[in-house]
């Protein structure tokens, strides 16, 4: 029997990391020796998207197969419709549809359900269709693009809460997404105490290096910090506190 999983974010988590840049995250993991966290792909389906977190729903698509991947298979109990159901609220849906761009895997109706249930965002290496009407429910997305055939077209729908690959990064049920306008980054479960505490203290220091990039001061010993630009950086950041 497998633990059930905790897709609750605490409120000042969410509140500490959406003041976080995808970029700065995406250094903080590389230092870190996680290279593979950024989701190819994910690209915000309108400007202007607000900077969103939550822990990862994850759903997965397989080629089509022409006995499976039909529009009976919509009312089947493995389908999106039936994950939809069992998303918490505030949790990140997260889609793998193998890169696949010429058949949307959800529409607007979807889309205005995932809205109801709470659901923080739509986050897939595929494509979305009824561009419109999922504009209009205002849930947001990151995706490829759009498509008007229907997911059948080209995917089989087959699980939901198990790893996935989603824009060939590694998902499991409960890793912690982050997403803004440079995309979206993962950040595993495990590592997300440590990132509370680098990940805003990152945003500090880097927010310091552009006041004196601003200053004129140039960038060799500066970005990255040497030892002399570290030690002033402290003492500034010591009256400050």
């Known amino acids: 029997m497998t633990t059930p999983i905790d897709m609750h974010l605490d409120p000042k988590t969410v509140d ?6 995808t970029a700065t995250l995406t250094t903080i993991l590389l230092k870190k ?10 690209r915000p389906i309108r400007t202007g998207q607000p900077r969103l977190v ?6 997965r698509f397989v080629p089509a197969r022409e006995d499976l991947a039909t529009p009976a298979s919509w009312a089947s109990p493995i389908s999106t419709r039936a994950a939809i159901e069992d998303m918490p609220a505030g ?4 889609v793998d549809a193998m890169g696949v761009t010429d058949a949307g895997i959800f529409g607007d109706i979807l889309c205005a359900r995932m809205v109801k249930r709470g659901v923080t965002a739509l986050i897939t290496d595929g494509v979305v269709r009824d561009v419109g009407g999922v504009l209009g429910t205002d849930l947001p997305v990151w995706c490829s693009g759009v498509a008007a055939p229907p997911s059948v077209a080209g995917l089989t729908f087959v699980a939901w809460q198990q790893p996935i690959g989603c824009g060939g990064v590694a998902v499991f049920p409960g890793d912690v997404i982050v997403a803004d306008d440079d995309g979206a980054v993962l950040i595993p479960a495990d590592l997300l105490e440590e990132m509370l505490v680098l990940a805003p203290e990152q945003e500090r220091l880097e927010a310091w290096i552009m006041k004196e990039v601003n200053a004129g001061v140039p960038l060799p010993g500066l970005y990255p910090a040497n030892a002399e630009n570290k030690a002033k950086y402290e003492a500034e950041m010591g009256k400050q506190r």
Do not use: D, E
């Open 16 to 21: 500490i990391l959406s003041q976080v840049t």
């Open 33 to 42: 020796g996680l290279r593979n966290v950024w989701l190819r792909g994910t």
């Open 54 to 59: 939550g822990r990862a729903f994850t759903l």
């Open 91 to 94: 949790c990140i849906a997260v």
